[in-house]
Nanobody
Framework: QVQLVESGGGSVQPGGSLKLSCAASGFDFNQYPMSWYRQAPGKEREWAATITSTSSVSRYGDSVKGRFTISRDNAKNAVYLQMNTLKPEDTALYYC?????????????WGQGTQVTVSS
């Protein structure tokens, strides 16, 4: 079955950096784009970044553009999110996402999330 396991979250001061990792299994990882989302307390889940299957294209939400970088390693079935110049408003639970097509229907799969807290 599809499994996504995030890691790398933690507490950091404003201006600091963190690198999140997501280990994927149970599907043909190198065939699908991968994304990161985040959800702050009391807010809706927000899309952060997406990378295509071959890493040819990456896209970012306005709130993270220029500070976050998504990457992937298809040999390791892993996707990463390098987060720089972190702000208190980046505090959230960060989720790895894979949208996989099954019988013509797109299905969203999520990890359990990893907490990022930015505070002085």
């Amino acid at each position: 079955q599809v499994q996504l396991v995030e890691s790398g979250g933690g507490s950091v001061q404003p201006g600091g950096s963190l690198k999140l990792s997501c280990a994927a299994s149970g599907f043909d990882f190198n065939q699908y784009p991968m994304s990161w989302y985040r959800q702050a307390p009391g807010k809706e889940r927000e899309w952060a970044a997406t990378i295509t299957s071959t890493s040819s294209v990456s896209r970012y939400g306005d709130s993270v553009k220029g500070r976050f970088t998504i990457s992937r390693d298809n040999a390791k079935n892993a996707v990463y999110l390098q987060m720089n110049t972190l702000k208190p408003e980046d505090t959230a639970l960060y989720y790895c996402n894979a949208q996989i097509w099954r019988n013509g229907v797109p299905l969203d799969y999520w990890g359990q999330g990893t907490q990022v807290t930015v505070s002085s």
